[in-house]
Structure formats: structure tokens, C-alpha cells
């Protein structure tokens, strides 16, 4: 008797069989892997640029408070009565405040 790696059907040995479905099911699993990593790098990703925006836009609006502060201070200073010397006697705070925050607000 032959063996039944050795038998045919139409020109389709039962080897030849086997080792198509073995080399699909390595083909798919090989696939799959491939999927569920660039799925997991993906969410990362993701999570990653949610967080960042998140902080931008914090930051955003902090700047945004701070250059509404400082307009209010610039028309603050731009209302007060100047005297013979220049500004206003009580303007000195103001510029010292205003310094502060400009060097805060820098890189």
C-alpha cells in the first residue's frame, strides 16, 4: 500500500493539500499579528496626540489670559493722566507687573 501522502484526486495530491492550508493558516495568523500591533501603535498614537492637545490648549488659553491681562494694564496706563515727567506718578507698579509677566510669558 501507498502511503496517503501519495494518493491523488484529480491531479491534487493530499501533501500538496496540506501544505496549502498550513501555509494559509501561517499566512493568516502572520497577518493578524500585523493587525492587532499596528492596532495597539494606533490607539498609542492616538492617546499620545489627545494628551498633547490637551496641554496645547491649556497653554493656549494661560497665553490668552495673560495678553488680556496685560491689554487691560496697557489701557489702564493709556487712561492715566500724564504729568510734566511722562507718565503717571502711580504707573511704576504697573510697569514692574508688566515686566514680569512679559518675562513669564517668554520661552
Do not use: C, W
Not at 8 to 27: C, D, F, M, Q, R
Not at 47 to 53: M, N, V
Not at 56 to 83: A, H, T
Request: aromatic share 2%; no cysteine; net charge neutral.
Amino acid at each position: 500500500m501507498t502511503a496517503i501522502e501519495h494518493k491523488e484526486l484529480k491531479g491534487i495530491t493530499i501533501k500538496n493539500l496540506v501544505v496549502t492550508i498550513i501555509s494559509t493558516a501561517s499566512i493568516v495568523a502572520s497577518v493578524m499579528t500585523t493587525y492587532f500591533g499596528l492596532r495597539s501603535d494606533i490607539q498609542e498614537i492616538k492617546s499620545s496626540q489627545s494628551t498633547e492637545s490637551k496641554i496645547n490648549n491649556i497653554r493656549i488659553k494661560v497665553l490668552e489670559d495673560q495678553v488680556n491681562l496685560l491689554q487691560k494694564e496697557v489701557d489702564e496706563i493709556k487712561l492715566l493722566p500724564k504729568n510734566e515727567n511722562g507718565p503717571a506718578a502711580g504707573n511704576s507698579s504697573a510697569k514692574t507687573i508688566g515686566a514680569g509677566l512679559l518675562s513669564a510669558a517668554g520661552p
